[in-house]
């Protein structure tokens, strides 16, 4: 029965549950079970109609004059990354390569033929036309929801379009529910003929950048800036759900990895996902750092991990937007309303002492509130090399938000 849960939530790759009557762990059972591995294979259903819709899938590719890839959320929740890399070697360069917003991280952005990331309307101008031009696009592990596909406005030509995803395929208009992309992406690289492939055209996007404006101090668009030049690989970028997320859409993450939680949406994320993030580099013993951007009104949810990250002895990058409240919220609905206000006048800086290192010895905490001091800090050696938890408060404005976020809010129904 444990086996059987613990197989499936392998292969489901989603929770499962076990609920062991209150007397269980008291009896002795059999100890042979213990000795005998789990099942981590996906199951094939109809191998033929996985040979045949392979065989499909390829005959469209070498068919195609434009050849494009998407990458998705799901080939990394089903821990299809290797596959990927595979896919990717073999496709040795002939074919444009795109992920999504919840996508992210799991393509190397640096790849010549990384052309961007795609999100319908909110996609960087250049990227959406390239893509949705080809004449064909294998979507990889499609996560569909709202914040990843710009509120469903993808435009690709379903007729040239193939769907592999987590509990159906999906090539052109017909749906194949028994194949998946757990058992067609390992075949379609045994059964690929990279001499077959056409080579798509390059398509020469200009690096993405965000305006600075200067009637203000400071901007979020000052720190997406600053955080895209710093981002090293190995690096691990966590965002909550907040106004700063949507500026990712266009963040360039030089090999970073990408963690948020947009799909919930659920505040107070970013904070303990720091320790766990953390704590995994360090288990590993894997380089890299882990730099996390969190909302004020977010963190006032979850801060007593602060104390846990100082107990561990991690030393992630915490980013404290201070702008005075629930800014996403007010930019909906009630600028001025008192549910978007939160408890203020937080001494953020003072934190990391309150939850008890006195004397500074395992942090260091920055009370920022100018374009410059930023960058200075986070381009700076020492700041990357310092051996200890770092805090950064940023002073920003109150109604503050990317360009991104606007227009979402300018193209959504009044
Ligand atoms: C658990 C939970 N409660 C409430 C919300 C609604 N909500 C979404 S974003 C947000 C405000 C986030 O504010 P903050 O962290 O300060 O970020 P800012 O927008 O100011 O950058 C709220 C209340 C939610 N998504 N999840
Ligand atoms: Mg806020």
């Not at 496709?91 to 790849?111: A, I, W």
């Not at 600053?226 to 266009?250: A, H, K, M, N, W």
């Not at 309303?337 to 939160?342: A, E, F, G, L």
Request: glycine residues 6%; negative net charge.
């Amino acid at each position: 029965m444990v086996d059987n849960v613990i197989e499936t939530i392998w292969e489901k790759s989603r929770p499962g549950y076990l609920f062991l009557p209150c007397d269980l762990p008291e009896m002795k059972v059999p100890v042979e079970r213990l000795y005998s591995s789990l099942n981590l294979s996906y199951d094939i259903v109809d191998k033929q109609e996985l040979n045949e819709t392979t065989k499909k899938i390829l005959e469209m590719l070498y068919e195609a004059k434009n050849p494009a890839i998407i990458v998705d959320a799901f080939v990394g929740k089903l821990r299809l990354e290797g596959e990927l890399a595979e896919l990717i070697r073999l496709l040795d360069g002939k074919v444009n390569l795109y992920d999504t917003f919840l996508g992210k991280g799991l393509l190397d952005e640096n790849d010549e033929r990384f052309v961007g990331t795609y999100c319908g309307f909110l996609t960087q101008d250049g990227v959406a036309k390239s893509v949705e031009s080809s004449d064909f696009v294998l979507h990889l592990g499609e996560f569909e929801n709202e914040v990843n596909s710009g509120f469903f406005s993808y435009k690709l030509n379903n007729d040239k379009l193939i769907h592999l995803g987590p509990d159906h395929i999906q090539i052109g208009h017909t749906v194949y529910e028994q194949q998946s992309l757990q058992t067609v992406l390992p075949n379609l690289i045994e059964q690929l003929d990279p001499s077959k492939i056409t080579p798509a055209p390059y398509y020469q996007i200009e690096p993405f950048s965000l305006p600075t404006d200067t009637s203000f101090k400071m901007t979020e668009h000052d720190l997406f800036n600053t955080i895209q030049d710093t981002l090293r690989p190995g690096d691990i970028l966590i965002v909550e759900t907040c106004s700063f997320i949507f500026s990712c859409y266009d963040m360039k993450l030089s090999g970073a990895k990408f963690l948020n939680q947009m799909h919930w949406g659920a505040i107070g994320y970013a904070l303990p996902a720091t320790l766990g993030a953390s704590l995994a580099l360090k288990d590993f013993n894997l380089p890299g750092k882990v730099i996390s951007v969190e909302g004020d009104g977010s963190a006032q949810m979850t801060l007593q991990e602060l104390s846990s990250i100082l107990r561990y002895d991690v030393n992630p990058v915490l980013i404290i937007l201070n702008n005075s409240g629930y800014t996403i919220e007010r930019v909906i609905e009630g600028p001025n309303r008192s549910y978007n206000d939160i408890s203020g006048n937080w001494q953020w800086t003072q934190m990391l002492r309150c939850f008890g290192d006195l004397s500074g010895e395992r942090s260091q905490s920055y009370k920022i509130s100018s374009r410059k001091q930023l960058d200075l800090l986070m381009k700076s050696e020492q700041f990357h090399s310092l051996e200890k938890f770092q805090l950064i408060e940023l002073v920003l404005p109150k109604f503050d938000i990317p360009k991104r976020l606007r227009e979402m809010l300018d193209s959504a129904p009044k």
